[in-house]
């Protein structure tokens, strides 16, 4: 019955496949300071992942995953599970650290939706040996350790009923250590009220530890972090308005946060020590999109609303212009491992009525 059903998933794929143009870049900035642009289509942006050696990147496609060397252009179909989700993507396709496979978390994205859990899914990079594994829950946010496993995902907020009041899973943080083991929890809301949740975890690089969202029943956000084995929970920073980016510096020392402080403050860069210790902002102007931390940890990149990409050093000092595109809007900004490129999607502002 399997052989029967996976068969017929494939024809479902190449169907797509043929149905979808895969026009996925566009032609490439070329970057000052030595700094090259990827740009990449706003749809596929988020879940984008560069390969170890940085040669390639992979991005969702219809029926499975497209691969495109950087260098050559070549390009790559993969068959495979789809990478959609519901209600947002489930975050970033990862590379095994030889570069022989891809991994992603996903929900279905076809009726029926209701009480469907996500899955885990492995595919090599000639298209073989597609593996899955349902995840029994419903997984709203991923990351992945930079080296390869464990994977972190959080489980969204209650489903709250006006009569029957809060339905499903308590909101919670789990972790998974490798293909086929049971997903374990590490971080529970036990009484939620309101719109209390656990969201956008991320491993810290040595993926011993996890920084995630809490947010509170007066609608401010606390940056937690705990120990991948749930040891040793830790509120790290309190009282945020909204966070919008939270990455670990390469040498897990610190967390830059792209972040509101104060209701009319805006979003701006952030620091503060991984292990605890007073938040520091580092960027005066308003930023649209980053912080992400250049590979070496020199660096961090980040957009302006006027269309600029910066780099500014994490103690805040050195601001530099990397490009600029006027009247556009510069997102998902994400190095490649050699520092060398910088992928980032462009589009016009959202028109306003």
């Known amino acids: 019955m399997r052989r029967r059903v996976a068969s017929h998933s494939l024809l479902l794929v190449a169907a797509l496949l043929a149905c979808f143009p895969l026009r996925a870049w566009a032609d490439e900035a070329h970057f000052h300071r030595g700094i090259v642009g990827v740009r990449l289509s706003k749809a596929v942006g988020e879940a984008a992942a560069w390969s170890p050696d940085g040669a390639w990147i992979a991005i969702p ?26 209600p947002a993507p489930a975050g970033r396709l990862a590379w095994s650290p030889d570069a022989g496979s891809i991994r992603y978390a996903s929900s279905s994205v076809l009726p029926p939706i209701t009480e469907t859990p996500s899955w885990l899914t492995e595919v090599q990079v000639d298209g073989s040996g597609l593996r899955r594994q349902s995840l029994g829950v419903e997984a709203q946010s991923t990351s992945w350790a930079a080296g390869d496993w464990p994977l972190a995902f959080g489980t969204g907020p209650y489903a709250l009923d006006f009569e029957k009041g809060p339905l ?13 083991a049971e997903p374990r929890r590490i971080a529970l809301i036990p009484h939620p009220k309101g719109e209390e949740d ?10 011993k530890r996890v920084a995630f969202q809490r947010w509170g029943i007066r609608h401010n956000v606390n940056v937690w972090t705990v120990g991948f084995d749930g040891s040793d929970p830790a509120p ?17 020392s610190t967390i830059a946060l792209g972040a509101h402080t104060g209701r009319r403050s805006g979003e701006h860069v952030y620091t503060v020590p991984a292990d605890g210790g007073r938040l520091r902002k580092i960027v005066d102007e308003e930023i649209l999109d980053g912080p992400t931390w250049s590979p070496d940890g020199r660096w961090l990149a980040y957009s302006t609303y006027d269309g600029r990409v910066w780099r500014i050093h994490p103690n805040g000092s050195g601001r530099q212009l990397i490009e600029e595109f006027p009247g556009k809007e510069i997102n998902h900004l994400l190095w490649s491992p050699d520092g060398s490129r910088l992928a980032y999607t462009a589009a016009p502002p959202p028109r306003s009525d």
């Open 61 to 86: 496609a219809p029926g499975g995953l497209l691969l495109r060397n950087v260098e050559t252009g070549e390009r790559r179909k993969l068959l495979s599970s789809p990478h959609g989700g519901r």
């Open 236 to 252: 790290l920073v309190p009282g945020l308005v909204a966070v919008f980016t939270l990455a670990w510096a390469p040498d897990g």
């Open 198 to 207: 656990i969201t956008e975890p991320v491993l810290s690089p040595d993926g």
């Open 168 to 180: 499903g899973p308590k909101p919670s943080l789990f972790v998974v250590d490798e293909l086929g």
